[in-house]
C-alpha cells in the first residue's frame, strides 16, 4: 500500500506537535532548564523537521504519487481476505481467548483461518487441533505459561 | 584459565546442548523457507527465551540465526528463491551453477565458507572485543553519548532509500523508548494515563510485531507454493569443495574480515556484508567477466561474508551494548530482561559469560557444517512445507509469545498495532533497522545525554572537551554532514533529470 510522502509528513508534524504540547507541563530539574522534557524536545523538532521535508517531497512528487495506492494484490478479494485475517484473528483471540478460555478459542480460530487459506476444511480442522495441542502441552505444561482456560475453568475445578 | 573452564562448563551441559542443537534445527528451518528471516526467526525465539538462563538463551539465538543465514543459501541454489535477505546477492550465481549440474558444489561451498567466515568471524571478536572493552572502561556519559549517536547515525547511513525516512524511523524508535518511567526525574511520560505503560513499550511484542506480524502480512496476501525441488546427492556435496576453497582462500579471508568489519556497523547487517563482498570479489577478480555465469568465486566470498557479519555484530554489542545489527538488537533486549546490561564491564564482573558466548559460536559454527549437509539432503521436505498451512500457525505462535512473557493481553494489542504500523512503514520504504535499534539504544542515550548535560552545566563545547569524546563527536558531525550533503546532491540530481532537455 504505497502512500504519498506529504500524507506521512502530515501524520509525523501532528505527532511531533503533539509530543511539544505534552512535554511543556513537564517538571524540570531544581535549579536546573533541563529534565525530563529535555530529550523529546530534541527528538519531537527533529520529527518535526524530517516530517515538513517529507509533505514537501510528497507534494513535489504528487504528480507521480498518487495519495493512497493500493498494492494489486488487496485488490484481489482473496488476497485482501487474507492479508484481512491476521488483524481479525489477533483481535478476536485478544477478546475472546479470557471470557471463552484459550482450548475453545484457538482451534476454532485457526481452523477458520487455515480454511480460508487452504480452501481445505477437513485438513484445516485436523491441524488446527494438533497445534493447539501442541502449544499447549509446550507452552503450559513445559514453559509453564498460565494460558486462559475461561468457561473450562468451572468445568476442570 | 579458571574462567575458561567455567565458561566450558557453562556450555557443555546437557541441556544447554540439547538447547543449541534444537534451535540450530529451528534455525536451518526458518532460514531455508523463503519468506522467514533470520531477524524473525529470533524474535519468534525470544519469548521462549524468556524462560531460559542467559547462557542458553544467548546460545539458542546464535545457533539459530548462524543456521539461518546459512540456510538461506539452499532454496536460492535450487529454486532460484533466496531463503533470507543475506542471500540475496549471490542467489544467480548459485542457480547458474545449478544449472551446470553443480548445485552439489555450490551447496557444499556455501556450508564450508558459511563455517569458515563465521569462525573468522568469532575470531575477531575474541581478540578484539575483550581489548576495546578494556579501553572503553575510561568512558563517561560523553563519550556513550556519542558511541550511541554514532551508531544510529551509521544505521541512518548504511540503510537503503532515503535519509530524512530513516532519521524519521529513529525518531519513532526513540519516541517509543520514552514511553514509561523517565530516568531523570522518574515521572510517568506519555502513558496516556494507562497503567500497562507506565513499565514503558515491551520489548517481546514490538519486536514480534515489527518483525514477525510484518513479514506474515506481506506474505500472505500473496501465498505461492514453491516449485520442486531438484534431488541432491550428499557424495558429490563435498568433493570439489576443497580445491575450490584452497583456490580463492585470498578471497575467504578478505571477505570473512570484510563481513566481520560491516557486520560491527549499526544498522549493517548480513545481507548488506554479502552484497559488498560481492562486489569487492568481482573488482579484485581475475576472470571478473566470469560473474554472473555460475561462477564459485563470488559465492564463496559472498557466503563467507554474510556469516562472519553475524559474529562481527557482537563486537559493539557485547563491548558498548550498542547492536551491530537487528538480530544483536533483539538480543540485547534479552539480555537486558534477564538483568545483565552490556557494556565494558560484562567483561571485568563476568567474564565466563563472555567466554561462554565465545564458546558458543565456536560451536553453533562447527555444527552448521553436519547439520547443514543433513538439511540439503532434506531440502526436499522442508521447502515442500506448505506456506497456506505455515504462517497461520507462526501467527497463533506470534500471538502466544507476545502474551506469554507479562500473561498479559495488553501485549497482543502492542504486537497488532505496532505489526500494522510496521507494515505500512516498510512498504513506504521506511527502513525498520534504524527504529528497532534507537528503541533499544533510546534509554542509553538519554540517560548519557542528561548525566553529560548537568555535569557540562548545558555548555554544549563540554561533549567535546575530552580526546575520545571529542573525535567521536566530530565523526557523527561529519557523517550528519555528509548524510546532508548526499541527500541535498540527490535532490538536486533528481531537479535536472526532471527538467525536460
Known amino acids: ?157 | 584459565m579458571d574462567v575458561f573452564y567455567s565458561a566450558l562448563e557453562q556450555v557443555f551441559r546437557p541441556d544447554v546442548l540439547l538447547i543449541i542443537l534444537g534451535s540450530s534445527i529451528y534455525g536451518i528451518v526458518i532460514g531455508a523457507i523463503p519468506g522467514l528471516t533470520a531477524t524473525m526467526g529470533t524474535a519468534l525465539l525470544v519469548p521462549i527465551t524468556f524462560f531460559m538462563d542467559p547462557i542458553p538463551a544467548i546460545g539458542a539465538i546464535v545457533s539459530a540465526t548462524t543456521m539461518a543465514i546459512f540456510a538461506g543459501d539452499i532454496p536460492g541454489a535450487l529454486l532460484r528463491i533466496p531463503g533470507t535477505p543475506a542471500s540475496a546477492a549471490y542467489t544467480d550465481e548459485a542457480y547458474q551453477m545449478r544449472e551446470k549440474g553443480l548445485v552439489e558444489l555450490a551447496l557444499g561451498t556455501n556450508v564450508i565458507c558459511s563455517m569458515i567466515g563465521g569462525l573468522v568471524g568469532v575470531l575477531v571478536l575474541v581478540l578484539a572485543a575483550p581489548q576495546i572493552a578494556e579501553f572503553s572502561l575510561m568512558f563517561s556519559s560523553y563519550e556513550y553519548f556519542w558511541l550511541a549517536v554514532l551508531g544510529l547515525s551509521c544505521a541512518i547511513m548504511v540503510s537503503r532509500g532515503s535519509a530524512i525516512k530513516s532519521t524519521l524511523s529513529l525518531t519513532i524508535g526513540l519516541m517509543l523508548s520514552m514511553i514509561g518511567i523517565d530516568v531523570v526525574m522518574g515521572i510517568k511520560r506519555f502513558t496516556f494515563g494507562d497503567t500497562e505503560l507506565v513499565g514503558g513499550i515491551s520489548i517481546i511484542p514490538t519486536l514480534i510485531g515489527m518483525f514477525a506480524i510484518t513479514e506474515i502480512l506481506r506474505k500472505i496476501g500473496e501465498l505461492r507454493e514453491l516449485p520442486p525441488v531438484p534431488p541432491v546427492h550428499v557424495s558429490r556435496m563435498m568433493s570439489g569443495v576443497g580445491s575450490s576453497i584452497w583456490k580463492y582462500k585470498g578471497g575467504i579471508t578478505r571477505s570473512s574480515l570484510l563481513g566481520t568489519m560491516i557486520g560491527a556497523l549499526p544498522g549493517a547487517g548480513a545481507d548488506i556484508a554479502a552484497w559488498v563482498s560481492y562486489a569487492v570479489s568481482k573488482k579484485f577478480s581475475k576472470t571478473p567477466e566470469k560473474y554472473g555465469t555460475g561462477h564459485i568465486e563470488g559465492i564463496v566470498s559472498a557466503s563467507s561474508a554474510n556469516n562472519a557479519a553475524l559474529s562481527g555484530a557482537y563486537v559493539p554489542t557485547l563491548v558498548f551494548g550498542i547492536p551491530g545489527d537487528t538480530i544483536t538488537a533483539i538480543l540485547i533486549g534479552v539480555l537486558l530482561m534477564k538483568g545483565i546490561t552490556p557494556g565494558p564491564m560484562v567483561f571485568v564482573m563476568d567474564a565466563g559469560l563472555v567466554n561462554a558466548i565465545f564458546m558458543v559460536f565456536v560451536l553453533a559454527n562447527i555444527i552448521m557444517v553436519p547439520i547443514g549437509i543433513g538439511a540439503v539432503l532434506m531440502s526436499r521436505h522442508v521447502l515442500g512445507i506448505p506456506q497456506a498451512i505455515l504462517f497461520p500457525i507462526i501467527l497463533l505462535f506470534c500471538v502466544i509469545g507476545a502474551y506469554a512473557a507479562n500473561n498479559t493481553l495488553f501485549d497482543v494489542w502492542v504486537m497488532l498495532v505496532v505489526g500494522l504500523v510496521a507494515y505500512v512503514l516498510e512498504e513506504n520504504d521506511f527502513p525498520l533497522a534504524p527504529m528497532i535499534l534507537a528503541l533499544i539504544l533510546g534509554p542509553l542515550i538519554e540517560e548519557n545525554f542528561m548525566k553529560s548535560m548537568i555535569k557540562a552545566d548545558g555548555n554544549l563545547l563540554d561533549f567535546f572537551s575530552r580526546p575520545v569524546s571529542g573525535t567521536l563527536g566530530v565523526v557523527t558531525l561529519a557523517i550528519w554532514a555528509v548524510l546532508i550533503v548526499m541527500s541535498l546532491r540527490n535532490r538536486h540530481r533528481k531537479q535536472t533529470a526532471d527538467i525536460p532537455a
Open chain 1, 1 to 157: 500500500m504505497k502512500i504519498n510522502d506529504a500524507l506521512f509528513g502530515i501524520v509525523f508534524v501532528i505527532v511531533a506537535s503533539a509530543i511539544l504540547i505534552t512535554v511543556q507541563s513537564f517538571p524540570t530539574l531544581p535549579d536546573q532548564p533541563y529534565g525530563p522534557a529535555t530529550f523529546p524536545t530534541i527528538i519531537a523538532i527533529i520529527m518535526l523537521l524530517g516530517g515538513i521535508a517529507l509533505c514537501i517531497s510528497g507534494y513535489r512528487e504528487r504528480a507521480h504519487q498518487p495519495l493512497i495506492q493500493i498494492a494489486a494484490i488487496m485488490k484481489t478479494r482473496d488476497g485482501l481476505v487474507r492479508m484481512a485475517s491476521v488483524p481479525v484473528f489477533m483481535v478476536l483471540y485478544i477478546l475472546l481467548s479470557k471470557p471463552v478460555g484459550f482450548p475453545i478459542v484457538v482451534p476454532v480460530l485457526l481452523a477458520a483461518f487455515l480454511t480460508i487459506t487452504t480452501r481445505k476444511w477437513l485438513l484445516s480442522v485436523v491441524i488446527a487441533v494438533a497445534t493447539t495441542a501442541a502449544l499447549w502441552l509446550f507452552f503450559v505444561d513445559f514453559l509453564m505459561v498460565s494460558l486462559p482456560l475461561g468457561i473450562l475453568t468451572k468445568v476442570i475445578y
